[in-house]
């Protein structure tokens, strides 16, 4: 882990660039709406720390309401449960022994929950809780519409968890059902329109299970762009949303209910970088590039500076481009970028730097960084 | 830094994943073929240490004829000479009094160089260098087509090279001459071009040194696209490739001399995956995403499975194709990717792991993993 990049109370001048910044009124504004959001729909809201992937941003969620904290690897939650949060659901399949001993080891200290699409990963990890003595939460994926892991609704649904219903040292809680794939379409009508069809998924798949006899506790998805039709649908009563805390480029360019712009959050993460080289009066080199953003969403965003552009992107650099109405930057100017794609980009970092009225305010380490096992 | 994802001695197939994996025997012979080459062809080898950020493969390196390392940034060149390295130049220009002391300071312990193309920071350099009573290295970087950073040729290079030669406490060692664009350039009679045009850039520059009476010791720049080029010049006498020790999807697919496929290299760098879930007969999904690679080169390449394709990346997974001439993958199957650029890959990554004969054999810490300022 790297030394943090600033210290307490410096004013912004000072960090050290490229470093991962966060706004902190725009960051607690995010957080209050949304947990207001649930709080008024009436669902919980369990954050999803692959986002994030720091436990004083965890703890903060939980103060403001939240139930626990979701996530998608075993070393994702190891970190937060190391750091006193009681209710962790892995929302993903779990493979293998060495994984599924250390999700079971943590069940000792807190509710863990995760989730299933195939019945032989079921009897694997029922016979691990067991031999830990450990009772494990088990969700069933549902595939709703993204085609990526999960069984399809209905009949296949049902005996994923009637097999789980059966298999001692699970308990089978509900439903995962993320339409990842919604989260970016292009405008709202179109995201309405997939959770529509994810929800008459899940009806299916709920209706199937009463008529069955097994209780289903949660129905738990949703992200960024889409919470609002999760939560109006009476179907789920549980919110994975992650990106809300920061958004990025990739969520503002989504078209919102009252413009082409996605504005439920405001923008509170940004990448602070240093003019390095101004080697002509209409460029300008950045000393951030794909080591300090991702960028396969493209560039970043040039924030507050009118008429540039960010136009390249390399390992270590990031090109500016300076229009006709640009001021002109000089060499050692601070610039702001909003990158493309929040999640990608904080585990590029070690240190969030919280900044308030011009200066350092909080440093919180990014405790799951390269958690990826 | 995460736990090592293997123990020495372990099967592949006990490595937990996703993890990022070197096949020994190809790297081996990588970074022969190039320190051959380079002794062959009559110039010095300095490896590029921002792609490998990894003490234990610089050693290797320099044990096979390097002069030393190249990086981008203070971070990296920190790690670098506090692990032995004795000849490090930051091959990028240097921004901040913060920045130049941590150089400056590494300066007592080796032999430290860096890049200009302003005049100011020259003299701020310089007196840091003086404050701190060493002598750093001074290479003018000149802008040889790649419009990043760096002054132009002739007259701008010229006027840089006398102010850096009257500054104490800096000593003028050369041209930075790297034409970063070239690399990727799609055939092999492209790069030679853009090289033949950065050659001629260069021609002017130490012409125009020489009738001024400044020594130019060094020329140094080329990657991994282009080096045989910049060797065969009889201007550049010093390589900073990087990627030829393990190559990526992004190199592969440019040209070769004989073919469309740029072999000169073989590919030693992998991250081995598991699949996690086979919803479909035609698709299975791995356990590693954009945080176990960086994608901003498009999807990895599967590796050694035929008519299987990586055709979706998310965060923490990726979706294969399977064509109906694959082989059925199962739950727990491993598969190799090879990623579209190595450079951002291995900074996402803690640990490099070694194998040889189906087992692990190294462990090596990815220790500047993260060291972006």
Chains 1, 2 share one sequence.
Not at 72 to 84: C, M, P, Y
Not at 165 to 178: D, E, V
């Amino acid at each position: 882990m790297t030394s943090p990049p600033a210290r307490i109370g410096a004013p912004i001048e000072e960090i050290d660039t490229p470093a991962l910044v966060v706004d902190l009124d725009a960051f607690e504004h995010n957080l209050r709406k949304l947990s207001d959001f649930a709080r008024k729909a009436g669902v919980r809201l369990r954050p999803h720390a692959k986002t994030h992937k720091c436990p004083a941003i965890a703890l903060r969620q939980i103060a403001l309401g939240a139930v626990g904290q979701c996530c998608q690897k075993v070393g994702e939650a190891e970190v937060l449960v190391r750091s006193g949060i009681k209710d962790v659901l892995v929302s993903n399949e779990i493979v293998g022994l060495n994984k599924l001993r250390r999700l079971a080891a943590l069940a000792k200290d807190a509710t863990v929950a995760l989730c299933f699409d195939a019945a032989e990963q079921v009897d694997e990890t029922g016979a691990v809780a067991r031999d830990f003595g450990v009772e494990l939460g088990a969700l069933v994926e549902v595939d709703v519409g993204a085609q990526r892991c999960g069984v399809l609704p209905g009949e296949p649904a049902l005996a994923l968890a009637q097999r789980i219903a059966s298999t001692p040292g699970l308990k089978f809680r509900g439903l995962q059902a993320y339409h990842g794939a919604a989260q970016h379409l292009p405008s709202i009508a179109e995201r309405e329109k997939a959770i529509a069809g994810a929800a008459a998924a899940v009806r299916q798949t709920v209706d199937l299970l009463k008529r069955n006899a097994i209780a289903c506790e949660l129905v738990t998805g949703a992200g960024t762009g889409t919470y609002q039709f999760e939560a109006a649908s009476g179907l789920w009563n549980e919110l994975q949303a992650g990106s809300y805390a920061f958004m990025d480029t990739d969520y503002a360019r989504i078209g919102g209910r009252d413009s082409n712009r996605f504005a439920d959050f405001e923008h509170s993460l940004f990448v602070l970088t240093t003019v390095m080289s101004v080697p002509a009066a209409d460029r300008a080199i950045v000393d951030g590039g794909l080591k300090a953003y991702s960028a396969e969403k493209g560039p970043p965003w040039v924030h507050g500076l009118a008429d540039v552009e960010a136009v390249g992107v390399s390992d270590e650099h990031g090109k500016l481009k300076l229009g006709p109405n640009a001021r002109p930057l000089r060499r050692g100017d601070k610039v702001m970028l909003i990158p493309g794609h929040c999640d990608p980009t904080i585990n590029l970092h070690d240190w969030y730097v919280g900044i308030r009225n011009g200066r350092v305010e909080a440093l919180w380490p990014i405790s799951a960084r390269g958690a990826v096992t």
